[in-house]
Protein backbone atom coordinates (compact mmCIF):
# COMPACT_ATOMS: atom_id res chain seq x y z
CA UNK A 1 0.00 0.00 0.00
CA UNK A 2 1.10 3.39 -1.28
CA UNK A 3 1.80 6.17 1.72
CA UNK A 4 -0.37 8.62 -0.34
CA UNK A 5 -3.52 5.90 0.68
CA UNK A 6 -2.19 5.79 4.63
CA UNK A 7 -2.21 9.16 5.03
CA UNK A 8 -6.29 9.70 3.91
CA UNK A 9 -7.96 12.21 6.17
CA UNK A 10 -12.13 11.97 6.16
CA UNK A 11 -13.15 15.41 7.56
CA UNK A 12 -16.22 14.12 9.12
CA UNK A 13 -17.28 17.73 10.71
CA UNK A 14 -19.31 18.11 7.61
CA UNK A 15 -21.43 14.79 8.39
CA UNK A 16 -24.64 15.34 9.53
CA UNK A 17 -25.73 13.02 12.35
CA UNK A 18 -30.00 13.77 11.81
CA UNK A 19 -29.66 12.51 7.90
CA UNK A 20 -30.65 9.39 8.74
CA UNK A 21 -33.45 10.49 10.80
CA UNK A 22 -34.61 12.56 7.90
CA UNK A 23 -35.04 9.34 5.98
CA UNK A 24 -36.54 7.16 8.09
CA UNK A 25 -39.13 10.06 8.83
CA UNK A 26 -40.00 10.11 5.41
CA UNK A 27 -42.45 7.52 3.91
CA UNK A 28 -40.49 4.72 2.44
CA UNK A 29 -37.08 5.45 4.71
CA UNK A 30 -38.81 3.41 8.25
CA UNK A 31 -36.49 0.73 7.51
CA UNK A 32 -32.85 2.40 6.85
CA UNK A 33 -31.54 1.17 10.28
CA UNK A 34 -32.20 -2.06 10.00
CA UNK A 35 -29.26 -2.41 7.61
CA UNK A 36 -26.09 -3.90 8.69
CA UNK A 37 -24.28 -4.42 5.40
CA UNK A 38 -24.62 -7.47 4.40
CA UNK A 39 -24.66 -6.16 0.05
CA UNK A 40 -27.06 -9.12 -0.71
CA UNK A 41 -28.92 -5.74 -2.31
CA UNK A 42 -26.03 -5.20 -4.26
CA UNK A 43 -25.27 -8.79 -5.30
CA UNK A 44 -28.54 -8.96 -7.16
CA UNK A 45 -28.99 -5.59 -8.08
CA UNK A 46 -28.57 -5.39 -12.49
CA UNK A 47 -27.79 -1.56 -12.26
CA UNK A 48 -24.97 -1.94 -9.99
CA UNK A 49 -24.28 -4.66 -12.03
CA UNK A 50 -23.88 -1.74 -15.32
CA UNK A 51 -22.52 0.96 -13.45
CA UNK A 52 -19.98 1.40 -10.51
CA UNK A 53 -22.06 4.49 -9.26
CA UNK A 54 -24.93 2.73 -7.90
CA UNK A 55 -24.34 0.33 -4.91
CA UNK A 56 -27.36 0.74 -2.63
CA UNK A 57 -25.04 -1.06 0.30
CA UNK A 58 -22.52 1.90 0.19
CA UNK A 59 -25.78 4.62 -0.06
CA UNK A 60 -27.41 3.10 2.82
CA UNK A 61 -24.03 3.09 4.44
CA UNK A 62 -23.54 6.67 3.40
CA UNK A 63 -26.70 8.48 4.38
CA UNK A 64 -26.59 6.08 8.14
CA UNK A 65 -23.29 8.24 8.88
CA UNK A 66 -24.46 11.03 8.14
CA UNK A 67 -22.63 12.54 4.59
CA UNK A 68 -26.09 14.42 3.84
CA UNK A 69 -24.05 16.15 1.11
CA UNK A 70 -22.34 13.64 -0.75
CA UNK A 71 -25.98 11.49 -0.98
CA UNK A 72 -28.30 14.24 -1.89
CA UNK A 73 -25.59 15.82 -4.63
CA UNK A 74 -24.98 12.62 -6.12
CA UNK A 75 -27.02 11.18 -9.21
CA UNK A 76 -26.76 7.48 -7.92
CA UNK A 77 -29.82 7.86 -5.84
CA UNK A 78 -31.52 8.12 -8.72
CA UNK A 79 -30.01 5.29 -10.68
CA UNK A 80 -32.40 2.74 -8.92
CA UNK A 81 -34.48 1.17 -11.03
CA UNK A 82 -36.88 -0.22 -8.84
CA UNK A 83 -36.64 -3.58 -9.87
CA UNK A 84 -37.09 -5.08 -6.38
CA UNK A 85 -34.46 -7.67 -6.13
CA UNK A 86 -33.06 -6.46 -3.69
CA UNK A 87 -35.98 -5.97 -1.86
CA UNK A 88 -37.03 -9.72 -2.24
CA UNK A 89 -33.74 -10.55 -1.35
CA UNK A 90 -33.33 -8.29 1.74
CA UNK A 91 -32.59 -10.28 5.05
CA UNK A 92 -33.29 -7.56 7.11
CA UNK A 93 -36.47 -6.28 5.16
CA UNK A 94 -35.12 -2.93 4.68
CA UNK A 95 -37.25 -2.01 1.29
CA UNK A 96 -34.58 -0.10 -0.69
CA UNK A 97 -37.00 1.20 -4.14
CA UNK A 98 -38.91 2.84 -1.06
CA UNK A 99 -35.83 4.17 0.53
CA UNK A 100 -33.95 5.47 -2.40
CA UNK A 101 -37.04 6.84 -2.82
CA UNK A 102 -36.90 8.63 0.24
CA UNK A 103 -33.84 9.91 -0.40
CA UNK A 104 -35.13 11.61 -3.68
CA UNK A 105 -37.70 13.07 -1.96
CA UNK A 106 -35.16 15.03 0.50
CA UNK A 107 -32.94 15.87 -2.65
CA UNK A 108 -36.34 17.39 -4.54
CA UNK A 109 -37.14 18.98 -1.36
CA UNK A 110 -33.96 21.02 -1.26
CA UNK A 111 -33.64 21.17 -4.91
CA UNK A 112 -31.78 18.99 -6.04
CA UNK A 113 -33.08 17.45 -9.13
CA UNK A 114 -30.90 15.39 -12.14
CA UNK A 115 -30.74 17.64 -15.35
CA UNK A 116 -32.75 14.93 -16.95
CA UNK A 117 -35.52 15.06 -14.99
CA UNK A 118 -35.59 18.77 -15.60
CA UNK A 119 -35.51 18.18 -19.32
CA UNK A 120 -38.46 15.84 -18.95
CA UNK A 121 -40.24 18.52 -17.16
CA UNK A 122 -39.58 21.08 -20.40
CA UNK A 123 -40.54 18.59 -22.86
CA UNK A 124 -44.18 17.84 -20.67
CA UNK A 125 -45.25 21.78 -20.57
CA UNK A 126 -43.77 22.31 -24.19
CA UNK A 127 -45.44 19.28 -26.15
CA UNK A 128 -47.75 17.92 -23.17
CA UNK A 129 -45.95 14.59 -23.76
CA UNK A 130 -42.25 13.64 -23.57
CA UNK A 131 -41.62 13.84 -26.75
CA UNK A 132 -42.74 15.99 -29.80
CA UNK A 133 -45.61 14.44 -32.26
CA UNK A 134 -44.54 15.51 -35.61
CA UNK A 135 -46.16 15.32 -39.18
CA UNK A 136 -44.76 12.18 -39.93
CA UNK A 137 -45.84 10.01 -36.96
CA UNK A 138 -49.49 11.26 -37.18
CA UNK A 139 -49.36 10.12 -40.88
CA UNK A 140 -48.29 6.72 -39.75
CA UNK A 141 -51.04 6.95 -37.25
CA UNK A 142 -53.49 7.47 -40.07
CA UNK A 143 -51.66 4.43 -42.29
CA UNK A 144 -53.12 1.86 -39.30
CA UNK A 145 -56.53 4.09 -39.15
CA UNK A 146 -55.64 5.87 -36.02
CA UNK A 147 -56.72 9.52 -35.35
CA UNK A 148 -54.09 12.38 -34.87
CA UNK A 149 -52.68 13.24 -31.70
CA UNK A 150 -52.73 16.88 -31.21
CA UNK A 151 -50.36 18.68 -28.44
CA UNK A 152 -52.75 19.98 -25.81
CA UNK A 153 -50.22 21.49 -23.03
CA UNK A 154 -52.77 23.13 -21.36
CA UNK A 155 -54.29 20.46 -19.09
CA UNK A 156 -50.31 19.13 -18.32
CA UNK A 157 -49.15 23.02 -17.41
CA UNK A 158 -51.90 22.98 -15.54
CA UNK A 159 -51.36 19.77 -13.04
CA UNK A 160 -47.53 20.42 -13.14
CA UNK A 161 -48.39 24.14 -11.64
CA UNK A 162 -51.03 22.54 -9.65
CA UNK A 163 -48.58 20.06 -7.78
CA UNK A 164 -45.66 22.70 -7.32
CA UNK A 165 -42.98 21.58 -10.49
CA UNK A 166 -41.85 24.90 -11.57
CA UNK A 167 -40.48 26.11 -14.82
CA UNK A 168 -36.42 26.32 -14.71
CA UNK A 169 -35.38 29.99 -15.01
Request: net charge negative; proline share 6%; glycine share 6%.
Given at each position: ???????????????????????????????????Y?????????????????????????????G???QV????????C??????????????R???????????????????AT???Q???L????????I?AF?????????L???E?????????L?????????
Amino acid sequence: MSKENDEQIIDVSGFDPHFRDEIAAEPGGEHIRRCYSCSTCTAGCPVAGVTDKYNPRRIIHMALLGMREQVLNSDFAWLCSVCYTCYERCPQDVRIPELMTAIRNVAVREGIIPATFKLQVAKLREHGRLYEIEAFENERRADYGLPPIEEETEEVRTLLDHVGVKEEP
